[in-house]
C-alpha cells in the first residue's frame, strides 16, 4: 500500500484501525509475537518500531523497554501518535524537517513554515525540538487534535 492510502486511512479511521468484528480460537500469532516481544524487549537499549502506524502498539510496547522509537512515513498517522497522552517515554520522530514543517504548518493559529521566507523561524522551531540529537516531538508541546471518524 501507498503512504497515501495510509495517510486516508489514518484521516478516516483516526489511525490504523477497523471496526470489523471476528472470532479468534486459540491463542492468535499476534498474542504470541506479542508475548515473545514482550520477553525480548528489556534486553535492548533502544528499540526501533518501523512503520508504527498512529502508535497504539508502540505505546504498549513501550511499557516493557527503556527506551522506544516509532517511525512511519505517514505523516497523518505520526500527528495522532503525537496526540495521544501516555505516561510512557515513547518519542515520536519526523522522518524529515520537511515532514515537520508541515506538521507545524497543520496546528491552527501557525504561520506557513513550508515558506522559505520564514527559514529563519523554522530553523530555530528545528533547533529547539531536537531530541537525542534527532529531530522529534514529546510531551505534547504542540496541541493536535486528530479528526476521529
Ligand atoms: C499495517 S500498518 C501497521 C501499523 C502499526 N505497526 C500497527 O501495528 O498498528 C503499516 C504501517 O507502516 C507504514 N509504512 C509503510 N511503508 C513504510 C516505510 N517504507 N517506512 C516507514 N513506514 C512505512 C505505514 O504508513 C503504516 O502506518
Same mark, same amino acid.
Given at each position: 500500500?501507498?503512504?497515501?492510502?495510509?495517510?486516508?486511512?489514518?484521516?478516516?479511521?483516526?489511525?490504523?484501525?477497523?471496526?470489523?468484528?471476528?472470532?479468534?480460537?486459540?491463542?492468535?500469532?499476534?498474542?504470541?509475537?506479542?508475548?515473545?516481544?514482550?520477553?525480548?524487549?528489556?534486553? %535492548?537499549? =533502544?528499540?526501533?518500531?518501523?512503520?508504527?502506524?498512529?502508535? &497504539?502498539?508502540? $505505546?504498549?510496547?513501550?511499557?516493557? @523497554? *527503556?527506551?522506544?522509537?516509532?517511525?512511519?512515513?505517514?505523516?497523518?498517522?505520526?500527528?495522532?501518535?503525537?496526540?495521544?497522552?501516555?505516561?510512557?517515554?515513547?518519542?515520536?520522530?519526523?522522518?524529515?524537517?520537511?515532514?515537520?514543517?508541515? %506538521?507545524? =504548518?497543520?496546528?491552527?493559529?501557525?504561520?506557513?513554515?513550508? &515558506?522559505?521566507? $520564514?527559514?529563519?523561524?523554522?530553523? @530555530? *522551531?528545528?533547533?529547539?525540538?531536537?531530541?537525542?540529537?534527532?529531530?522529534?516531538?514529546?510531551?505534547?508541546?504542540?496541541?493536535?487534535?486528530?479528526?476521529?471518524?
Amino acid at each position: 500500500m501507498g503512504i497515501e492510502w495510509y495517510d486516508r486511512i489514518a484521516r478516516k479511521n483516526g489511525g490504523y484501525r477497523s471496526n470489523a468484528v471476528f472470532t479468534i480460537e486459540g491463542v492468535s500469532a499476534e498474542q504470541l509475537f506479542e508475548e515473545r516481544l514482550v520477553e525480548m524487549l528489556p534486553a %535492548f537499549d =533502544t528499540v526501533l518500531d518501523a512503520g508504527c502506524g498512529h502508535g &497504539d502498539f508502540t $505505546l504498549k510496547m513501550s511499557r516493557h @523497554a *527503556k527506551s522506544i522509537v516509532g517511525f512511519d512515513n505517514s505523516m497523518e498517522m505520526i500527528k495522532i501518535a503525537n496526540s495521544m497522552k501516555d505516561e510512557s517515554q515513547a518519542v515520536f520522530y519526523f522522518p524529515d524537517t520537511n515532514e515537520f514543517a508541515k %506538521f507545524l =504548518t497543520g496546528i491552527p493559529g501557525n504561520p506557513d513554515y513550508t &515558506d522559505p521566507s $520564514l527559514s529563519k523561524d523554522f530553523d @530555530a *522551531k528545528v533547533e529547539e525540538n531536537q531530541i537525542n540529537g534527532k529531530l522529534g516531538v514529546k510531551e505534547y508541546k504542540y496541541i493536535w487534535k486528530a479528526n476521529k471518524p
